[in-house]
């Protein structure tokens, strides 16, 4: 018979051993970081690039084959003082997205009708029409459009092109009509400082489909005195019918202390 409770030494190793690997996980995390955070920020254009030969493996399930997804999108480094907003530039919770959406995230864009909320470069949407999403409707508002529009035009030709749409949308207005997306994608757009959280969670609820619909929200924590934004978040969600379930972070391709995904669906 094993004995029932392990010696107090052996717990003791067994922490110690699962404190380390702990510490290795995230100084390697630290390292990859360095690689792809803030690599192009200043940067005229952003190249994402996702290889799954130096990757985790992800496979086309129709036809086994490898994809691998290389998007350039153009920024604007001013866009910020010149009115185009905080749109002009590729954020890090959309580039930890993109990847994410490229390995174990794939399911959850293609084939479905996807929207992408406050948009910006569109970085994640033109992904998602890579990765063989049915249509992607690309949404923000005033004059970071041009600039969507531009790097939608410049990255998708052809058959690809003709499943895309560009359009402004204020979150929770209703033009876009009720529950029309099996995906909706959300990076970056958490930021209670500049924008209210409220109208971008009826947006989520609005647009996702009432069966099976999902929508996977990027988020990168910036401390907020007033209350946390990611436990209003979730609040705002309850309320809605929604749940939201972190990703965990051995499915994460890019992982960062203060980035999370969530995939939120309906109760
Ligand atoms: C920080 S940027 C993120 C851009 C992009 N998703 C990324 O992560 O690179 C936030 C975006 O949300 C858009 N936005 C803010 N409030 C909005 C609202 N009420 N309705 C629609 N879009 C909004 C902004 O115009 C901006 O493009």
């Given at each position: 018979m094993p004995p029932k409770h392990k010696h107090p030494i052996a717990l003791a190793f067994q922490d110690a051993s699962a404190t380390a690997s702990k510490s290795s996980n995230k100084i390697s995390n630290k390292i990859k970081e360095l690689n792809w955070r803030q690599q192009y920020s200043q940067a005229e254009y952003y190249p994402f690039k996702y290889d799954p030969d130096t990757r985790d493996v992800t496979k086309d399930?129709?036809?086994?084959k490898k994809l691998a997804v290389e998007v350039t999108v153009k920024q604007r480094q001013c866009g910020e003082q010149d009115g185009t907003g905080t749109g002009a530039v590729v954020w890090n919770a959309a580039h930890c997205l993109s990847s994410y959406m490229c390995s174990k995230g794939v399911e959850k864009v293609k084939g479905r009708r996807v929207v992408d909320l406050?948009?910006?470069?569109?970085l994640t949407g033109i992904v998602a029409v890579k990765l063989g999403a049915e249509d992607v409707c690309f949404t923000d508002v005033g004059r970071v459009l041009e600039l969507t529009r531009e790097n939608v035009e410049g990255n998708l030709e052809g058959e690809e092109g003709g499943r895309v749409r560009t359009e402004e949308y204020w979150w929770g207005s209703g033009t876009l009509g009720r529950g029309r997306f099996g995906c909706v994608l959300v990076a970056d757009c958490i930021l209670p400082k500049l924008y209210p959280m409220e109208p971008l969670v009826e947006a989520i609820d609005e647009l996702m489909v009432e069966e099976g619909g999902v929508c996977l929200v990027s988020y990168e924590h910036r401390t907020w005195f007033e209350f946390d934004p990611r436990e209003r978040f979730l609040e705002l969600c309850e309320v809605k019918g929604l749940q939201a379930v972190r990703v965990p972070e051995q499915d994460m391709v890019e992982v960062a202390e203060d980035i999370i995904i969530w995939e939120v669906t309906r109760k």
């Open positions: 399930s129709a036809n086994e406050g948009t910006g470069t569109g």
